[in-house]
C-alpha cells in the first residue's frame, strides 16, 4: 500500500531566498530537523545521518529553479521526494510544496504525525522562519561555501571557460583603444610634426640663401 504526504507553506520570505537553502544538499542539515549530519558519497549520493539510523540519498535532481526531488532508502522503507517552489500573488510571495511518496507504504515504526511535523518544521526552516533551535530567523546560509565543497568539475570548467572569456573581451577592448589612440595621433600629431619638418627646411633653406 502506498502512502503519499503533502505539506504545503505559504510564505512572504523572497522565493530565491528559500531556493538558496534548497540549492546544497551539503546543508540539509540546517533546515531537516530529523537529520543530524550528511555525507557525501559521489556521484549525487549521499547518506543522511538521523536519530533512527542512515538514509541512502541518491537520484537528487534540480530542475532550474522549480523544484528539488530526490529518493531515499533505509532498508525496506523508501521514499520519492519533491519540493516545488511557485511564485504567487504576482511575485509578490512564495509557495513551497514538499511531497513524499512511500511506494510500499510507512514502516510500523513510523508514526504519519511525527513525518508531517518533520516536513513542516522542514518547510518553516527553509523560509527563514525558523532555526535549529526553533525560536529564531535563520539567514541565508554559506551557499558559497557549500557550491565550492560539492561543485562537479563541469562548474570548474565552466568558470574557467567564463574567466578566458573575460579575459579575452578585455584584451579585445585594449587592442581596440590603443589603435583609436594610434589613429588619433596620425591624425593629429603626425600632420604637426610633417608642418614643423617643413618650416624647418624652409628656414634651413634661408639661412643658405643669406650665407
Known amino acids: 500500500m502506498t502512502t503519499k ?33 550528511v555525507r557525501s558519497l559521489g556521484d549525487q549520493r549521499w547518506r543522511w545521518q538521523t536519530a533512527d539510523g542512515e538514509w ?10 522549480q523544484l528539488v526531488s530526490w529518493q531515499a532508502r533505509q532498508g525496506d522503507t523508501v521514499y520519492r521526494a519533491t519540493v516545488l517552489f511557485t511564485p504567487i500573488d504576482h511575485g509578490r510571495r512564495a509557495r513551497i510544496v514538499y511531497t513524499r511518496h512511500y511506494a510500499h507504504g510507512l514502516a510500523a515504526d513510523a508514526p ?36 565550492s565543497a560539492e561543485a562537479p568539475l ?17 584584451a579585445d577592448a585594449w587592442a581596440r583603444s590603443m589603435t583609436a589612440s594610434i589613429t588619433l595621433l596620425n591624425s593629429t600629431m603626425w600632420p604637426a ?18 650665407a
Do not use: F
Open 5 to 37: 504526504i503533502v505539506k504545503t507553506l505559504e510564505t512572504d520570505t523572497p522565493l530565491p531566498e528559500i531556493q538558496a537553502r534548497w540549492a546544497h544538499v551539503a546543508l540539509y542539515a540546517d533546515i531537516m530537523p530529523s537529520v543530524i549530519n
Open 56 to 65: 541512502l540519498i541518491d537520484e537528487v535532481q534540480q530542475r532550474g529553479d
Open 112 to 147: 504519519r504525525q511525527a513525518i508531517e511535523a518533520d516536513m513542516l518544521t522542514t518547510l518553516r526552516r527553509s523560509a527563514g522562519l525558523l532555526d535549529r533551535t526553533g525560536d529564531e530567523p535563520i539567514t541565508v546560509p554559506d551557499i558559497a561555501a557549500a557550491a
Open 154 to 170: 563541469s562548474h570548474v570548467l565552466e568558470s574557467g571557460e567564463t574567466l578566458q572569456a573575460t579575459l579575452a573581451e578585455a
Open 193 to 210: 610634426m610633417q608642418a614643423q619638418q617643413r618650416k624647418q627646411k624652409q628656414a634651413d633653406k634661408q639661412s643658405e640663401l643669406q
